[in-house]
């Protein structure tokens, strides 16, 4: 093996929270140790509250006041960072080391304009620009480096003006400024979709060979490496668990829990062997939607007033649902999928026609967190949806009644791979996998013909993810209930859809038979989001 | 961040000192020394002598205008603007000498042109009064002419040996009609400003026709929210005198600053029994719970026991009037008491509601003592507070009460004090009704004799007495704290204010 | 799961909270508890004989300008003020979840309509708003707690609004909308639930802000009556004495100030674990 | 900018609409009250002819909605009548009184941000340690001690300590201004004290939550030193979630000074308030209570206006 040259190194770092009650409690960091090495983009992988954030944090100084390191030492371009005072620690932040973060909605002042914020980056370093309009010239230079056509406009924005992609290249362009040796990037783009995400790791890897910066990428996703990164590093309970180059990790993983973490990013795997029914086109339609234009409406006295100012969402949206299909709708974040699932429910009001056969129409929805009421407990969520149904019936006595509808709540909940003794738990007392097939089972006991469901995989691991839809194609066979499903994520479209609608600001720019319209995309933005699929998933 | 911090404290403190000490320097310099400030605790309202009606207004013009007549702390009637009275043998004309050499305030002469005019006002007599008596005791006058010698002739519709007591209202110059902006009088006195809520300001009357008087430059007379705030504001120096104090507070005032005057107040402070409801309209009842009451304990926790024991409907404070031989009917006696509700038919007791004027904290007190004492006879008295408009309106005026404690105010005559128990007095608030003293009290104002007058007023007391119309408590005393920078004052039988003789000690 | 709840249960700082709110809300609680049963003296008798006497082993708290005993005049104050608060805290709590879930729930001219009120009584300082409130219909108990109620409502709508406003956006709702259930029923058995954890410090809050209310109208003669205690009455008539008998006023503030900052302490003990326990 | 200006709008009927609402309030209100208003300014001693007399020179045998017709318009020219009680104009009345109850509350409000602020921002530096949670606990007693209480305890310091102080001696500003501040002092501080424990706390949790925001932490990785992120991020974003706190403490603190005042023998809107229900002073009750009420509508107004200057989310919809 070459030597390289290592632009960090971390030595035996372990560092803990100790408190007044436990002064050595179970450490944070374990015995961590690497180096990166200069040029390099390292990625950093490992689940929540692995301690690959506090690994960068104490990397750039940023540890909390309560962190406390017992043992190693951490080396930046051979100074001891851990033998500095705070000052000149603080004066190599954004000089020597610049970083970015999760969530660029509110990593942003809301106060300040991007300009102020950007010279305070040059103003804290005084030594580097000195007068204003050199230090306002060497800002709109970087905000052209990170893709602004516009970097003049941008200087007088505050961050609200901006949309999620621009501030997070803001904020590169803050972090990139002086040039630092080293970015450290942390999770820069998990709440950005899939588009922007990709432009961005393009974005940042086209800077790391401009600037010849250095580049520790912290992700909990090891499929976001794909491609991004030189090596990878998996951490688990505070520990590197493994360390290899992408290519070899992704593809001959040696450590087990690396494979696990590959498997699941890899839902696709799992995908074969569903069998959603056979459709019938010539029935009529369960739902029909003719013409359907939303928009959320201003306050009171703005809508009288301008009618100009176009807040329509969706613009002459119509479709079919057939009874037994599972249609597929997707499209890029914004594109209208939620406002016209909203408008097809009676949840916001819209002009056009919505006719759904049958009385009840089941929907299910993307967070598991929010999707039962944490008020109540799992037999009273299906109890409601029963009662609300209708379907209960009074003639019958009380207790009979009572008897019967238990019964009937059970035999569903067991269906959705739930039993008995859920019936008492509260949604808190659920994993998300569970509680979305609560939510499905509160359909299901309506018995209706449509279940309506908005990207209810997105917030499950991919594990839950493949249970929760080989419930949903058991579901549409046996049921023959016929399924909207609004997703982001094409391969399971690909996987059970038999036909697909492609969205795009507020139209529908496709439809048609899946096979067809994802290997011979006819409209613009569906090739994007292949494009974009294929990027960071490398199919 | 932390020396910034401390600077501006040290900024801030020393500025607060500055403040005050400018304060204090200003406050001196605006001292000419020779004037007083009164506490009052009634916000004055009206200043027009003949629609004036309560007291607190009554005590601050009395330094204003000036009558025929006028009282002096001792309580004799002299003259005043009248230097001479001649009543008719069958008392039903009233001729009056005018004096010479006064002057009102605007600098005119009075003569008797301005006394017909002010009677004629005060009397209702004026064209587009339409007979409306300003001053409800002056109702019985029917003419008022200017004799061709000076004097002023009253004729009275019915005749009244105890009218002269009334002509003590106000003279004012003819035809004004602007008093209550603009008060013009001969008093000590002149107006100088009113403000709403903090004071009234009077000045000397240079030309007051007794010489040398009055002492002070200006008076003010300053709204105190109440008798704590007056305190504080005694403690504090800012006022000089104030009436209506209570010993208890009285007693934590500096001696060295503070002289503590004490006297009667000539008022009469009742348990009002409406003698219309069940069960009080069973004179038993009405014994009883006279009995039940101590009346030291009362005077003791409202007034720490510096007023005057009252059993009667008058206080002792009226001299002759007043008929010692009631003293100690209503000692207290449960047991006596008791036997009295037995036979009454109530040895169980029962509920009664005291409605008091929450303005006013003596009363309110004295409720509560008695609300005490009364449970001994198994009377369980709730105590409703009402305010003082309120009170006037449904208590005094519509009579739709049980029982409430009030305190009744009089002029220094004894007719004043009894008439309102005439059966159809506006002012019998109780509701009493006797058919004997209603024709003693039509009796008295023709009787000539003061003897025999007295006599009469002996027997109404009795009568009222004997049908325990009410429960009579205290006459409550009136403390004035006067500030030992002055000298003169002198506390009044009755609810006056008068700064005339008042001057700076040593002077 | 369990782990999780044990992590959230209770930080040191939230029980210290806890703690100092209970031991101080439960003096003035002891005290109101037993002087339903018994109390050394009966608290308005009068006694002229015993006036203004220093705390002493038989009048521990002195006694009064009538001779009454302080100690039993505080223990049937604590009756007052605890049952003036917690009746019109009831009330305030009615009035503002029928009135703010309703509005937070429809929004549009409902939620105009009933804020447009609910501001409107806002805008009267409270204090103002309450005593005139008492001096239209007469000062008694049943009114002052009526008046505060109101006074106090539109801050329990506020809560119940902004809450419901949230909560409505939320997943389980539109669920149940979807499902059909209807909206009355949704607002009180699928929202109210979940607004209890958001109007608990509220109520607590709100305890105590009345209470310094019905003191301050008590003080200036509009709240509880006389021959009952109250501490703001109690305060006002020892103002006169609070040089000769500094214990009138001592003792009665003492125990307001308790009450008011046991719940305080209560308020934000939930406060801190709420916020801990979010994070 | 179109939407600015229809925020404006909205905000301003919002504001005439409430302004009715409350006017509609007082006026019924003070209708309902019992007690005859004539038969309080003459007294008990006057004839029921005298009394009638005067109710129809006030107007109040006439019907309810034509005096509220007439009152509503008496109050947009800001001339609501005449005094029943002090024979004069209500306008004039409350005019004389408003610098005591303003200048109190415009000190009291001085000093809550005078000493709450600093306090607040080094509590915040450290929170936890020692000197934060001696803060926070006398915060909390602040907090619960009744302002006449407050007032009571402040007589006996003064009066012991620092008699330089005047309690209960009020001069007018236009007498001597200095003096005037002076006289306000102490009863502004006794309003002040719960309400700086209040803005203390409110204050302290905002800095300490905006210290741990993400664009302070983005700051941080600038290399900005923790001086400058206070003054230029952590101070300016907790002062616009304060703006509205702040607006409610102004308001708390004008009903504060209605009792104070009492206690301190202030000649302020609250004795006139007292001494108005009293005397059934209808004219005068309504004038106070709705000249208060719009006080506070249009503070709460301009708070939301300056809550939209200062924060350019608000600002640039």
Known sequence: MTTHIHIVKVHHLTLSFPTRKDPNPKPILNDVDFGIRDGEILGLIGNSGCGKTMTSLAIAGLLPESASITSGSIKFAGKDLLAMDPKSRRAMLGKDIGMIFQEPSTALDPLMTCGKQLEEVLTAHKDSTKTPEERRKAIIEMLETVGFTNAEEILDRYPHQLSGGQRQRVLIAGAALLKPRLLICDEPTSSLDTVTTVSILALLKDLCHKLHMTILFISHDLSAVRGFCDRVMVMKDGKIIDKDTTSDILSHPKNAYTAELLTNARLDTRLLGLEPATVDYTRSPVLTAKNITAGYGDSLFARGKNRKTDNTILHDVSLEVFPNEILGLIGSSGSGKTTLIRSLLGLLPHSGKVNIRS?????????????????????????????????????????????????????????????????????????????????IAMCLIQEPSLIIADEPFSSLDAS?????????????????????????????VRQICPRVIVMDSGRICEEGNTTDVLTNPKSECTSSLLDAEREIHGI | MKRFITKAVIIAASACLMLSGFAGCTKKAGNANNYAVVGITQEPGIFDPHTVVAAGDEEIIFNIYEGLYKFDYEGNLNPCLATDVEISDDASVYTFTIRDGVKFHDGSDL??????????RAAGLLDGQDGVALVSELDSISDVTALSD???????????????????????????????????GTGPFKFDSYTPGQSVILVKNDNYWVHDLPYLDKVTFKVCADMDAGLTELANGSIDIFPYLTPDRSNQLDETKYNVLSNGSNMVQIFALNNAVEPLNDLRVRQAINYAINRKDVISVTMDGASVELTTAMSPAMGSYYDTSLDG????????????????????????????????????????????????????????????????????AGRQYETTVIALTSDYAPYDVLSRYASTSDGNFINYSNSEVDKLLAQIPLTADVNERTALYHQVLGLLTNDACSVYLQDPATITAVSTRLEGYHVYPMYVQDMSQVKLAGN | MSSQKTQSKR??????????????????????????????????????????????????????NFGRDVLSRVMSASKYTIFISAAGVAIALILGTVSGIPAGYYGGFTDRGIMLLGNSIMCFPGILLALVAVAVFGASVTNVIWALGLVFAPTFAR??????????????????????????????????????????????????????????????????????????????????????????????????????????FISEGMRVSLTKGGK | MQSKAGYLIGKLVELLLTLLVVSLLVFTAFSIIPGDAARVMLGPEASQAQVDLLRAELGLDKPLIVRYGSWLIGLLTFNPGTSYAYHM???????????????????????????????????????????????????????????????????????SLFSLLTVGNYVSPSDDFIGYVGCLILPSFAIALPKIAMSFKFLRSSIIEQRTSDYVRTSKSHGLSDFKILIRHVLPNSNVSSITIISIILSDILGGSLIVEQVFNLPGLGRLLLSAISRRDFPLLSGIVFYLAFITVILYFLSDIAASLADPRIRLK
């Not at chain 3, 009966?42 to 708290?61: G, I, M, Q, R, V």
């Open chain 1, 359 to 439: 009385s009840s129409v089941g929907a299910i929805f993307q967070d598991p967190v929010s999707c039962l009421n944490p008020a109540h407990t799992i037999k009273w969520h299906m109890e409601e949806a029963l009662r609300a149904s209708g379907k209960t019936d009074n003639s019958v006595p009380r207790k009979e009644r009572k008897a019967k509808s238990l019964a009937k709540i059970i035999s569903v909940l067991e269906e959705c791979g739930l039993g008995e003794q859920h019936l008492l738990r509260h949604p808190k007392e659920l994993s998300g996998g569970q509680r979305q097939r609560v939510a």
């Open chain 1, 464 to 492: 839950s993810s493949a249970e929760l839809l080989k419930l949903m194609t058991d579901i549409n066979r046996e049921r023959s209930t016929a399924f909207l499903l609004i997703t982001h994520n094409i391969h399971i």
């Open chain 2, 111 to 120: 003569d008797a042109a301005d006394v017909v005019y002010s009677l004629k």
């Open chain 2, 150 to 184: 000076g004097r002023v002739q009253v004729t009275l519709e019915a005749s009244s040996y105890e009218l002269l007591s009334c002509f003590t209202t106000g003279i004012i110059p003819e035809n004004y009609d602007n008093c209550q902006a603009a008060p013009v």
């Open chain 2, 329 to 396: 009917t209503f000692d207290q006696d449960i047991e006596k008491a008791k036997a009295l509700m037995a036979e009454a038919g109530y040895e169980n007791g029962f509920d009664l509601t005291c409605t008091v004027p929450s303005s006013y904290l003596i009363h309110v007190n004295t409720a509560v003592e008695l609300a005490s004492e009364l449970k001994a006879i198994g009377i369980n008295m709730e105590i409703k507070q009402v305010d003082w408009a309120t009170w006037l309106d449904s208590v005094y």
């Open chain 3, 11 to 64: 930080s040191p700082e939230a029980s210290a909270f806890y703690i100092a709110g209970l031991i101080l809300l439960g003096i003035v609680v002891v005290a109101f508890v037993i002087s339903l049963f018994w109390t050394p003296y009966a608290p308005d008798a009068t006694d002229a004989a015993s006036k203004f006497l220093p705390p002493s082993l038989e009048h521990p708290f002195g006694t009064d």
């Open chain 3, 159 to 264: 809560v119940c609004r902004l809450g419901t406003m949230e909560i409505k956006e939320l997943d389980y709702i539109t669920h149940a909308r979807v499902m059909g259930v209807k909206p009355v029923r949704i607002m009180t058995f699928h929202i109210f639930p979940n607004l209890v954890s958001q109007l608990l410090p509220a109520t607590v809050i709100g305890l105590a802000n009345m209470t310094l209310f019905e003191s301050g109208m008590s003080y200036l003669g509009l709240g509880v009556q006389p021959p009952d205690a109250s501490f703001g009455k109690m305060l006002s008539d020892a103002q006169a004495y609070f040089r000769v008998a500094p214990w009138l006023v001592i003792f009665p503030a003492m125990m307001l100030i308790f009450y008011i900052l046991g719940l305080y």
């Open chain 4, 89 to 159: 104009s209500v306008g004039e009345l409350i005019a004389q009184r408003l610098p005591v109850t303003i200048g109190m509350s415009a000190i009291a409000m001085i000093m809550v941000i005078v000493i709450s602020y600093p306090m607040a921002v080094l509590s915040a530096r450290k929170p936890g340690r020692f000197g934060d949670q001696v803060c926070s606990v006398i915060g909390h007693i602040l907090f619960a001690i009744p302002p006449y209480v407050a007032s009571l305890l402040l007589i006996l310091l003064a009066g």
